[in-house]
């Protein structure tokens, strides 16, 4: 979604099928090398507590509800995609090792990744002949149809990505020309309208024999190994679906299956009988059981994994104010601790309809104190390093670079600031109207410190907090409530949901993106420029020619002033010394739950 000592090399073929290098010895999924890693941070480089140990208990806690649905299908949040991976297989995955490599995608139920015409129109996928669901029937080309089928009905599966639905050719010449005037996406309505009648009618997934699945694509599109790596690709059977009650109990393909479940209070996960570990390389099957609990009070939550009551806490956004005092000033717990980037961006979009002059745009990128606003996010250990580009490090491509001294003059140059204020024709500076999420107090902090910054230097800042539960649906994800209410500058953040400039930047700048309701592009940016890199990401296959996009992209949102970063977002886990084969997996952010085991 992540710099270090264990490397691997990517790249894209001239078919779009990715192409990758063997990690180092140490970065496999355990056992081999990384034995001797101990002390702070040694779970960001290396596997800790290598073990093929079986057996135990592993307790994990949450101190929210679940935040969407074990539902593969319709689920968004990295701890559920993270989580998924003990009880489903989808046609790809993220290479389980720390380090650079773990941002990779791999084959997991396919054979090997995609192969692309030459048109780029059609994705043909092999999957693996010995997969068996828990009930010991065979997988078949055809449940990972169904998967996707199932992604189409928006009533049943609101909560998930919707790339399918999107990216696969529609039906026929009617739904073509819908879609075209973007009043539907593909005109199938889903295998639940109709049950007999819509059952595998998708005709754009195709399903030649039991052990292929071919896409039919809209329109040419480079990342599809990436989507084929969401938990919605993992296979289904139509027989056991029950709609919105799947959630209940996935028919997992994992290493692992569901015992009970009680929504909201705990989950309990027993070893799958029927797999295969040579079929599914980067899980593991090592506790005889696996606990969630959730909505326990968060310094509980803290309290209990330093205590060893439990062993992980579930949604991997690290410990709380009073853990991470009590960590930072024990030697003995840092070393038990790590504080990985978790690939999240915390900005403050500047709206460019708003403020529409550049230079005034630029003004409140140097007159910004970059340290209070650090510090706003929690400081270096619990909000991040400061930012100062429009992507975190760990996208693919990103080269750091700082326009405006967020780096270099933390606390802000005033001087190039009123410089700009005057280019703007705004000597004396300007009024303008910020929100943020109100019941986040790191963003209450945040507003504040701005308000205090921008006012160094004439620009005043007027403060309007709104509650998370609405700020996408009615504020700031509301181009004209911005724009009609002279909102210039709204909080926000953003993590891919893979890690190149094409996953970072879509739905953040490319003018194409910008929604009526729910809007992530809150900086409403339509540059011509970063629309049509954006439009050859989409179709170019080549990895280095990708890479310079991502950084031509990070430059020119800057350059536009349309972003003002705050931190690239880290947080403090602490890492049970119960746990064996423990490190943080790169492109969730948290550790790989996927493989943990117990001593």
Known sequence: MKRRKIMCLAAVGAAGALALAACSSSSTTGGGGGGAATGFDAGTTSVVNPSSHKGGTLAFASSAAIPDSTDPGNTYYAQMWNLTRLYTMPLMTYQSCPGSCGGHVVPMLATAPGTVSDNGLTWTYHIRP??????????????????????FDRGKFP??????????????????????????????????????????GL????????????????????????????????????????????????????PYMFQSYQINKQLTLVPN???????????????????????????????????????????????????????????????????????????????????TNVHCRIALEYAANK???????????????????AAPPNVVGMKPFDLYEATTKPQGDLTKAKQELAACGKPNGFSTVMTYRSDRPKEVAVAQATQAAEARVGIKITLHGFPTAS??????????????????????????????????????????????????????????????????????????????YTDQ?????????????????????????????????????????????LK
């Open 130 to 151: 010995n997969v068996h669901f828990e009930d010991g029937t065979l997988v078949t080309s055809q449940d990972v149809k169904y998967a996707i089928e199932r992604t």
């Open 159 to 200: 909560l998930g990505p919707s790339y399918w639905p999107s990216l696969l050719a529609p039906q026929n010449a009617t739904c073509a020309k819908a879609m075209a005037s973007g009043k539907t996406t593909g005109c199938y309505p889903g295998p639940y309208v109709d049950r007999s009648k819509n059952l595998m």
């Open 203 to 254: 005709n754009a997934v195709q399903t030649p024999n039991s052990t292929t699945v071919v896409f039919h694509l809209a329109k040419p599109f480079a990342d599809l190994n990436y989507v084929a790596a969401i938990p919605q690709s993992a296979p289904v059977p139509p027989n056991k679906d029950t709609g919105a009650n799947y959630q209940l109990h996935p028919i997992s393909t994992g």
């Open 273 to 355: 009988p029927h797999w295969n570990p040579a079929t599914d390389p980067n899980a593991k099957q090592l506790p005889s059981k696996i606990t969630l609990t959730f909505n326990v009070n968060p310094n509980d939550v803290d309290n209990r994994l330093l205590a060893g009551d439990i062993q992980v806490d579930l949604p991997g956004t690290g410990v709380q104010a009073a853990a991470r005092a009590k960590i930072l000033t024990t030697p003995s717990l840092k070393a038990q601790s790590d504080d990985p980037v978790s690939g999240f961006l915390w900005y403050t979009a500047i709206n460019t309809h708003v403020i």
């Open 371 to 389: 340290t209070n606003n650090q510090t706003a996010y929690g400081g270096p250990y619990a909000g991040g390093a400061i930012a100062s580009t």
């Open 471 to 548: 700020y996408s649906s009615q504020f700031a994800g509301v181009p004209k409530y911005m724009d009609s209410h002279g909102i210039g500058l709204a909080t926000t953040g953003w993590a891919p949901d893979w890690p190149d400039g094409y996953g970072q930047f879509y739905f953040i700048a490319d003018g194409n993106a910008i929604s009526p309701v729910g809007n992530n592009n809150i900086a409403q940016l339509n540059d011509p420029v970063i629309n049509n890199l954006l439009s050859k990401f989409a179709t170019t296959t080549d990895a280095t020619v990708r890479a310079t």
């Open 553 to 597: 992209i990070n430059h020119q949102i800057m350059k536009d002033a349309a972003f003002l970063p705050t931190v690239y977002a880290k947080a403090l886990l602490y890492r049970s010394p119960q746990l064996t084969n423990v490190y943080v997996q790169p492109y969730y952010g948290m550790y790989n739950y996927a493989v943990l085991g």
